[in-house]
T-cell receptor, first 119, second 111 residues
């Protein structure tokens, strides 16, 4: 079974400082990893994904994430936080396609981390 | 613009009533999903469908039902058998093996 852990319920950072939101995962085979952001009373917006290639993935709004296979981590980062980055962030993982067995492509989501950026 | 439309945004029902949440997508995606979101619990999968006229139970399907008669539509019915129906419900879709895209959700309150 696949799983995702976001160990911090909340991350506080001052505007202009770098931010990191942590994510670790467990999955059979090569992982497909995703980060989403959610603003209040809205759906999840896709930020970035890792499937293969360079371990540092760049995404929307200046966010990036680093895939670390040995540590099974995919932490979300931004060099300089903005107050408008304050939101709920979700990490998600799924395994590679299981065509032979007719498997699905359902990602598993973490519990979410609330990012609060202080002015 | 292509996207996923969930309606209504807010829904209020009395306990014991069934209620149907609408989800329509014009992204030509094959797969559609329903998630439930509760504070501090992340997203939990209710049902998913990979193709028209076929759907599978997710982790918390009890008290819910779905249909997939058209590729564009995947309505969710919250039945009176669902013990704690008050939640934020998210519909999503994807092409096979690609990024999942979400609608803006329906907040259901049952009193």
């Amino acid at each position: 079974a696949q799983s995702v852990a976001q160990p911090e319920d909340q991350v506080n950072v001052a505007e202009g400082n770098p931010l990191t939101v942590k994510c670790t995962y467990s999955v059979s085979g090569n992982p497909y990893l995703f980060w989403y952001v959610q603003y209040p009373n809205r759906g999840l917006q896709f930020l970035l994904k890792y499937i293969t290639g360079d371990n540092l993935v760049k995404g929307s709004y200046g966010f990036e994430a680093e895939f670390n296979k040995s540590q099974t981590s995919f932490h979300l980062k931004k060099p300089s936080a903005l107050v408008s980055d304050s939101a709920l962030y979700f990490c998600a993982v799924r395994g590679p396609p299981l065509r032979a067995s007719g498997g699905s492509y359902i990602p598993t989501f973490g519990r979410g981390t609330s990012l609060i950026v202080h002015p | 613009d292509g996207g996923i439309t969930q309606s209504p945004k807010y829904l209020f029902r009395k306990e014991g009533q069934n209620v149907t949440l609408s989800c329509e997508q014009n992204l030509n995606h094959d797969a559609m999903y329903w998630y439930r979101q509760d504070p501090g619990q992340g997203l939990r999968l209710i049902y998913y469908s990979q193709i028209v006229n076929d759907f599978q139970k997710g982790d918390i399907a009890e008290g819910y039902s779905v249909s997939r008669e058209k590729k564009e539509s995947f309505p969710l019915t919250v039945t009176s058998a669902q013990k704690n129906p008050t939640a934020f419900y998210l519909c999503a879709s994807s092409m096979e093996g690609t990024t999942v895209h979400f609608g803006n959700g329906t907040r259901l309150t049952v009193t």
